[in-house]
């Protein structure tokens, strides 16, 4: 989920192929039908929104309308637009998940394909954007599903992987293991509050897991279900729910919005964007 401008928070709906919106009132409504299957939304700083979109996959799940799988931008007018659908010589599989850096780079996971836990067989790579438009690829990795990925205050990548449940950071280039997530907890979304620490979404344990800056275990929020990803805002955490696992070829809409209030941390501010490509 992305917090707008105007205060609402916008978040994609992955069955529905479409990003929505959650008003201050609470209301839930249609933001904008992308196709495919949209995983994550990221607010630029034009008043558009940049969302991964995975082709139209959950596990064996299919949409009705496939998509080539890109980075979209669903523009102030309403056009969904795709930004990218290749970095260099790599063609985007299923891209994941999506955070600006300091630099004005957009960074984001592709995990090369559908979860698939058993085979895990599908390479994964972590790509980027320069405000131009220029692809950058970053990293090709084993079978590992790299998922969700944050942008710490001096510009390193942190990244979670579902396959290995491992929490990698990237500085310099260099990529070390910051921790291993527990058994049970297959790490999915991730956040960074203002002290560095990551919040990490486990939909196997239906768990947010807190994080140091240094890998450290400080914590657990206990949801229940499938959490997906959260967000900082509405003066708490807001949290993605699944409602299921997505292991089935049918479409899930038991998912739900969970609020989190009063935590003792904030997030950390996030980085302003725009790719100046799509502003013409």
């Not at 699944?242 to 292991?247: E, I, K, L, T």
């Amino acid at each position: 989920p992305t917090l707008l401008a105007d205060g609402r928070i916008a978040f994609v709906e992955t069955y529905r192929s479409q990003i929505s919106v959650l008003d201050p009132d609470g209301q839930v409504r249609l933001f904008a039908r992308v196709g495919g299957g949209p995983n994550a939304a990221l607010a630029g700083s034009r008043g558009e929104v940049y969302l991964t979109q995975n082709g139209g996959v959950i596990g064996p799940w299919r949409a009705e309308q496939m998509r080539p799988p890109s980075i979209q931008v669903v523009l102030p007018d309403g056009r969904v637009d795709v930004v990218a659908d290749r970095v260099e010589s790599h063609q985007l599989l299923a891209p994941n998940d999506l955070a600006f850096g300091p630099n004005g780079w957009l960074y984001f996971t592709d995990p090369g394909g559908a979860f698939d836990p058993v085979a895990r067989d599908n390479p994964g790579f972590v790509c980027a954007l320069k405000p131009d438009g220029t692809g950058v690829l970053l990293a090709e990795l084993p079978p590992c599903y790299p998922n969700g990925i944050v942008v710490e205050d001096n510009g390193d990548l942190v990244w979670v992987e579902s396959y290995t449940r491992k929490v990698q950071r990237m500085s310099e280039g260099a990529i070390t293991t910051l921790c291993t997530l527990p058994e049970n907890c297959t790490p999915d979304g991730l956040k960074i509050s203002a002290d560095g620490h990551f919040l990490i979404t486990g939909c196997g344990s239906g768990t947010v897991e807190v994080i140091t800056r240094d890998g450290d275990h400080a914590g657990r929020i206990a949801l229940g279900k499938v959490p997906t990803n959260c967000l900082f805002a509405s003066g708490g955490l807001v949290v993605t729910d699944g409602g299921r696992p997505g292991r089935s070829t049918a479409a899930n809409h038991d998912g739900a919005l969970w609020l989190v209030p009063a935590l003792s941390m904030t997030g950390q501010m996030p980085f302003p964007g725009n790719l100046d490509a799509i502003q013409s």
